[in-house]
């Protein structure tokens, strides 16, 4: 992972370096800063919540997609719900107002549009990055507790090679900052659920093990180690 920042940048990033070496896509995780009116502003805000400026939000989305070559029209967001739901962006979406901002109930998006920015959003949540450079598609996945338990991951690369005919080999990935095993600690009941679910990809309890651990008599998860292993 790498941090992009220079003057001329509105806003800087965090890119991954083996995404962005195989030229299909740009890849980027901004955080709260950026640069507004030639001085360091501490809350860049692109996502709609109840209590957003609608005008704020709306000048930081056409800043990012300003900055990224495209514009708001091309920019789809995820409507997250801690879902395993995968979303396919087609033209319908530019071509729908009601469709185009944020497709409800979806926690991953797929696409092979030029020009698209698939856009999702998280606090402590990772988030996993899908280019396949030979097809021309990528995915984006808001990868929470639920979508991670879940294997949301996983359905997004099917959905790749079920509507692209992308071949999991020849993807390249990434997983965003996200909380860490030490940070993420949770109830007895959470961590049952979790595994649970998880059991269904990871049968091997030595896989789970990595991801579901107990300190100070309480459980932990390593949601990018369950990223990384599903």
């Known amino acids: ?36 009116n030639g001085e360091w502003n ?3 805000q692109p996502v709609l919540r109840p209590d957003s400026d609608l005008c704020e939000v709306a000048a930081c989305n056409a800043m990012l997609a300003e900055q990224f070559g495209t514009d708001t029209g091309h920019l789809i967001s995820s409507a997250q719900k801690h879902t395993a739901n995968i979303y396919q962006v087609t033209k319908a979406d530019l071509e729908s107002a009601d469709r185009r901002r944020r497709p ?3 926690d991953g998006m797929i696409t092979n549009l030029p020009g698209i920015m698939l856009q999702t959003f998280g606090a402590d949540c990772p988030s996993v990055y899908l280019v396949d450079p030979v097809c021309k598609a990528i995915g984006l996945c808001h990868s929470g507790r639920k979508g991670t338990q879940y ?15 992308t071949d999991p080999k020849d993807v390249e990935a990434a ?7 030490d940070c993420y600690e949770v109830g007895d009941d959470v961590a049952k659920d979790f595994e649970q679910d998880i059991s269904r990809i990871l049968p091997d309890p030595a ?10 008599g309480r459980f ?11």
């Not at 965090?14 to 800063?33: P, W």
């Not at 294997?151 to 005919?165: E, T």
């Open 42 to 44: 501490d809350f860049f």
């Open 220 to 230: 932990h998860l390593d949601l990018n180690q369950a990223v990384f292993l599903t």
């Open 207 to 216: 896989d789970r093990n990595r991801i579901i651990s107990k300190k100070n």
């Open 175 to 181: 997983i965003s900052p996200g909380i860490c095993a």
């Open 1 to 36: 992972m790498k941090w992009i920042d220079r003057s001329d940048l509105r806003i800087p990033y965090y890119t991954f370096e083996n995404i962005e070496n195989t030229h299909a896509a740009v890849c980027a995780f901004t955080t709260r800063h950026y640069r507004k």
């Open 104 to 106: 409800d109930g979806v």
């Open 151 to 165: 294997g949301i991951a996983g359905y997004a690369l099917a959905a790749l090679a079920d509507a692209y005919g």
